[in-house]
């Protein structure tokens, strides 16, 4: 007998576990037969998901979008059995704990397959994840030793740790990367969950990213320096680990670059702070915030256009970029039009000085009177320099002297304007390097699908591909445009 092509098994797989939902199982019965299911649910999700991204030049986008729905579909399927079992309270403990473990365990391995096809964060995963958390601590159930035979699971002996994995793996942003990257990250979770630090009570406030408790959003970083926890967060310390890659400790195959950038980020970005070079630093202006930034590109493109139509700049070739222009730094009057724009939105752009440092990735801004947000994005413009759009990503207290530094991840340009096409909310899309290689869209926060439309005012829609991030602040895609 011929073997089922997995694609067919896996669909069929997915319809069973379907039915099991839809029917009134007796819980105590169900446990071992979604126990049974695990493997095979793995490996055919595991099997489609390499499959499906391993590279090719004649990839077809709705050919990978179904495939990546089959394998999300299949481990979200089983993630919810799994938490729909945990919440039984008839369950002995024993059972309980299990299922409560192997839910965080499927939960886990669908965030990993989310990212390899970059789909948006799922907020049912996030919320389910925070239930079965809050539910596994009351119990005292948190650290109980959990035996396993799944190789995909062993290294992992609590319900903590695989809590843990979960969340470092989200804060490492692997759907910046590379699919072959992403996998790494996994390994490299899996390796240190047990070392991350995780407490609703932490001792001081430098632990760097919470999880709320009563949201449905991912992990993130901690929007102020140094801030007592709120009620119902989970304070996530990631600098032992930070600490131990810095060390040129290679645990996943990841390039040394690659690894150093993490290491960074886990550590709270520390060595860039200490690689200021003393000097006579840059006066700068900085717009801060999506909506900031917004208007200010928006008074620039306006600035083009009345230029464009008096004749004295000249039109691009690209009638879309004719309408949506933000100049480059090479183009003549491009600092005149910025001087201008920044003084007519002065009133919402801040004062500061850009630092020398010797990460060239990042520039960190000192000032007083920021009021800012990790985890925002800014545009700060020096003279005669091209604005530069940013995230960012960090900021430090000075309480001595009263100042304040953020640190920003630049992302180059150029920038282009947008107004997306939504009723008289004026909501607008800040897209890089559009004619590039790999151009992006910064879109307001809200609620975004892969394979979905969003329609402007030009009679164009940007063609959502590859979700890249998605916080409160707004989401980033990649992107086509689609008439």
């Not at 999700?45 to 495939?67: C, D, I, M, Q, Y």
């Not at 403990?93 to 096809?117: D, K, P, S």
């Not at 000075?398 to 991840?409: F, P, R």
Request: hydrophobic share 40%; net charge neutral; glycine share 4%.
């Amino acid at each position: 007998m011929r073997a089922m092509p997995q694609a067919q098994a896996a669909h069929q797989l997915n319809q069973l576990l379907k039915k099991i939902k839809d029917d009134m199982c007796e819980p105590s019965a169900l446990l071992p037969v979604l126990l049974g299911l695990t493997p095979i649910s793995l490996r055919y999700a595991n099997g489609l998901a390499t499959a499906a991204t391993a590279p090719s030049e004649h990839k077809n986008f709705a050919a990978s979008r179904k495939v990546a729905k089959l394998c999300m579909q299949l481990l979200r399927q089983l993630a919810l059995l799994f938490c729909q079992l945990a919440e039984q309270e008839n369950l002995a403990n024993a059972e309980r704990q299990t299922a409560i473990y192997y839910a965080l365990q499927c939960v886990g391995h669908c965030l990993r397959v989310y990212c390899l096809f970059y789909e948006t964060p799922s907020a049912t995963l996030w919320k389910k994840s925070a239930a079965l958390y809050e539910l596994a601590s009351s119990k005292q159930y948190l650290r109980t030793h959990q035996s396993t035979k799944l190789t995909e699971f062993r290294q992992q002996n609590d319900i903590e740790t695989v809590l843990k994995r979960n969340l470092l793996f989200s804060i490492l942003r692997p759907a910046l990367h590379a699919p072959s990257e992403i996998n790494q990250f996994f390994e490299l979770a899996n390796h240190y969950a047990d070392q991350l630090q995780i407490s609703t009570a932490p001792d001081g406030n430098d632990f760097g990213f919470y999880w709320d408790l009563n949201d449905e959003q991912p992990p993130c970083k901690v929007r102020k320096a140094r801030r007592p926890l709120p009620h119902g967060f989970l304070a996530i310390d990631a600098q032992t680990i930070g600490l131990a890659l810095q060390q040129d400790v290679h645990v996943a195959h990841l390039e040394r670059l690659l690894q150093t950038k993490i290491a960074l980020l886990l550590s709270n970005y520390q060595a860039v702070f200490d690689s200021i070079i003393p000097g006579h630093p840059s006066h700068s202006e900085f717009l801060l915030g999506f909506k900031d930034v917004s208007a200010f590109l928006l008074e620039l493109n306006k600035l083009q256009k009345i230029r464009q139509l008096s004749g004295q700049a000249k039109a691009s070739g690209n009638p879309r970029r004719n309408l949506a222009l933000v100049p480059l730094e090479h183009e003549k009057n491009a600092f005149e039009w910025m001087n201008q724009a920044i003084a007519k939105t002065n009133a919402i752009s801040k004062v500061g000085n850009v630092l020398k440092i010797t990460h060239t990735e990042y520039t960190i801004a000192e000032g007083g009177v920021f009021d800012c947000f990790t985890g925002d994005l800014a545009m700060f413009y020096r003279d005669q320099q091209p604005a530069t759009l940013a995230i960012i990503r960090e900021q430090s207290s000075l309480s001595i002297s009263n100042v304040t530094h953020i640190l920003m991840e630049k992302i180059p340009g150029p920038y282009s304007i947008y107004t997306i096409q939504s009723g008289s909310n004026n909501q607008q899309a800040i897209v890089v390097d559009e004619e590039g290689k790999d151009p992006q869209v910064f879109l307001p926060p809200g609620k975004y699908a892969v394979d979905g439309k969003i329609p402007l005012t030009i009679e164009e829609s940007l063609h959502l591909t590859a979700c890249l991030e998605s916080t409160s602040f707004f989401a980033r895609f990649r992107f086509y445009f689609d008439s």
